[in-house]
């Protein structure tokens, strides 16, 4: 595997490589994006998260919006988001005030992602689905990604969001199996894949979606056999990301991946059959989002009436 080591003692401070410095943004933009998220007292991802993208997208008008949040009821060391032994309670307006943001932002393509809330029976599956009606009420035409915890294998939790009828579930493995009891230590491996799995069997018309962070020392061989356990459950859409350590406090980085070893994972996840694998330094999980309505006019399903 193509990577650039760090030595233990290195800083993450230390200075990245030139393939993940990212263009300072047309900061005008950015703020009336921020603004607008404010007003509507909405989270997003993107904040919340530290995510290295946030200039470029919000730049260009978009945002992954953070439902039932800011803080999460587990404390996996990769993430930046705050955890939070006792969440508050879920706010009947969020779904509205998230409907609103699409409209105004004039979104064709939406994602909703949430921390994960197992303080709730259902894993606050509910309030996806309020979301996903509201945006249906005021922009019928904006296409909609939601990008779910494992909601506890509460599958009767997964049936009610398929219900809703989103056009894309994403639900991240994050890492391969060998590392999750250190990266993921709360979550199941096994768990996630059912859950994928589950959503083919239940919504065969839905796009099915995942991810994985890498740089957190997997080898080649376990990212390429975690890709095929998702080929296995007819996952069609693949993203692959570089770790980035948010503070010191946070899981080590290991390896900085070189953005030919991300081109070779693209071609041998298309080989695999993913419809789309989207694999470079900077990509997440919602990262150019919108480009799967060019995959769903390509490979078109019906959804039931």
């Not at 943004?25 to 989270?43: A, T, Y």
């Not at 609103?100 to 197992?118: C, F, Q, S, W, Y």
């Not at 398929?162 to 768990?191: F, S």
Request: proline share 7%; charged share 25%; aromatic share 6%.
């Amino acid at each position: 595997m193509e990577s650039v080591s760090l030595k233990r003692e290195e800083s993450i401070v230390a200075v990245k490589p030139e393939w993940l410095r990212v263009k300072a943004p047309q900061w005008e933009r950015v703020g009336n994006v921020k603004s607008l998220l404010r007003d509507l007292q909405l989270n997003t991802v993107c904040e919340e998260a530290s995510c290295p993208n946030i200039g470029e997208c919000f730049n260009a008008g978009t945002a992954t919006f953070l439902i039932m949040g800011p803080a999460c009821t587990r404390a996996c060391p990769y993430c930046d988001i705050d955890f939070e032994k006792k969440p508050q309670a879920l706010d009947p307006t969020e779904p509205w005030r998230l409907a609103e943001a699409v409209k105004r932002m004039g979104l064709n393509h939406v994602v909703i992602t949430a921390v994960n809330r197992d303080d709730l029976p259902d894993g606050g599956a509910s309030q996806f689905v309020r979301c996903i009606e509201e945006v249906r009420k005021l922009s019928p035409k904006t296409t909609i990604e939601v990008l779910i915890p494992d909601l506890c294998g509460n599958w009767d939790a997964l049936a009610d969001i398929l219900k809703a009828k989103p056009e894309v579930l994403n639900h991240n493995t994050e890492t391969v199996p060998r590392l999750y009891r250190r990266v993921r230590p709360q979550a199941n491996y096994d768990q996630s894949l059912e859950l994928l799995r589950r959503t083919r069997e239940l919504a065969p018309w839905v796009y099915t979606k995942s991810g994985i962070m890498v740089g957190l020392g997997e080898t080649d061989e376990e990212v390429r056999q975690t890709m095929a356990d998702l080929r296995r459950v007819d996952c069609d859409i693949l993203t692959i990301g570089q770790y980035l350590q948010p503070s010191d406090k946070h899981l080590q980085l290991q390896d900085f991946i070189t953005p030919e070893q991300f081109d070779a994972w693209r071609v041998i996840g298309e080989e695999m059959g993913f419809l789309q694998v989207v694999s470079s330094p900077l990509t997440r999980s919602s990262y150019h989002a919108e480009q799967v309505q060019t995959l769903m006019a390509q490979y078109p399903r019906t959804v039931p009436v």
